[in-house]
């Protein structure tokens, strides 16, 4: 069973897990990366694949914010697209950046503007969140904590400079992630399986809202999209937030290591019943 993962840690390592057993043949690995390609909303996911297949070509200094290392293409990156028998979709999130049409990812934000550039950058990050234009005075004071912070080891960019500018946040709505989940299908024509973020509890047994809503976004999508979904809140809840999440069950971000199995044999146990029906 040759099988493509398009999302984020939670179906990456479990399929991982389940090649290292001799269970299905993980495709990603012909990305030839250290690292799995990380993927969050539906846009982020599209834009990967046209980006691999060439139909494409995303300008070099906003690759930084979309992709871990910027995503290094080559020829050979199309041939896991073509050679997946099955695709596992992660739709992880509703949320959505993107500058000038192009889809950005929420860590690699963090990671190159908002953790090196200060309180004016975390200003700046607190206003897109609330989808707020922030103004030039405070785009500036960024670039000023930028260049402090790298002691000139870094010149800011076109990239920077456009990213702190223009870059727009909003919640994909279920019929948008639908629409996109349509769109991915036609361009790899391999049976799918979707698989949204995990529900999670807080300590006083409630689940965690936020969560709770893009989880049931996901579905919703995926249910008008006419796609099957297997949803991690039920093996989650089956064997318990405490020995499926890792910290135990404190990140609500991570399967423990020991887990890793248990999640793999379900996303397979899922294709199969799927490749049935």
Do not use: C, M
């Given at each position: 069973m040759r099988v493509l993962g398009l999302g984020s840690c939670r179906i990456h390592e479990p399929l991982m897990d389940a090649e290292q057993?001799?269970?299905?043949?993980?495709?990603?690995?012909?990305?030839?990366?250290?690292?799995?390609?990380?993927?969050?909303?539906?846009?982020?996911?599209i834009q990967f694949v046209r980006l691999a297949r060439g139909d494409i070509v995303m300008p070099a200094e906003i690759r930084p914010f979309a992709y871990d290392h910027g995503l290094r293409l080559h020829d050979a990156m199309r041939l896991p697209l073509d050679q997946a028998e099955y695709v596992v979709v992660e739709c992880c999130t509703d949320k959505h950046y993107e500058v000038a049409g192009w889809s950005?990812?929420?860590?690699?934000?963090?990671?190159?503007?908002?953790?090196?550039?200060?309180?004016?950058a975390r200003e700046w990050w607190d206003l897109i969140d609330r989808s707020v234009r922030p103004s030039e005075a405070?785009?500036?004071q960024v670039e000023r904590e930028l260049r402090a912070h790298?002691?000139?080891?870094?010149?800011?960019?076109?990239?920077?400079?456009?990213?702190?500018?223009?870059?727009?946040?909003r919640y994909l709505s279920a019929s948008e992630i639908a629409e996109g989940l349509a769109q991915l299908r036609t361009l790899l024509g391999r049976p799918f399986l979707v698989v949204p973020h995990v529900v999670v509890r807080l300590p006083d047994g409630r689940f965690l809202g936020e969560r709770l809503q893009h989880v049931e976004k996901t579905i919703e999508a995926a249910?008008?999209?006419?796609?099957?979904?297997?949803?991690?809140?039920?093996?989650?809840?089956?064997?318990?937030?405490?020995?499926?999440?890792d910290k135990g069950g404190t990140d609500f971000h991570h399967y423990?290591?020991?887990?890793?199995p248990v999640v793999g044999r379900e996303i397979l146990e899922a294709l199969r019943r799927n490749r049935q029906s």
């Open positions: 057993r001799g269970e299905i043949d993980y495709v990603n690995r012909g990305f030839k990366r250290r690292h799995a390609i990380f993927l969050h909303d539906i846009h982020e996911t950005l990812n929420v860590n690699e934000i963090h990671r190159h503007l908002v953790e090196p550039g200060g309180s004016a405070l785009v500036q790298w002691l000139g080891r870094w010149r800011l960019n076109d990239g920077h400079r456009q990213v702190l500018r223009e870059l727009i946040f249910r008008i999209a006419g796609l099957p979904v297997l949803e991690p809140r039920t093996f989650v809840e089956r064997d318990g937030q405490a020995r499926a999440l423990a290591a020991a887990y890793l």
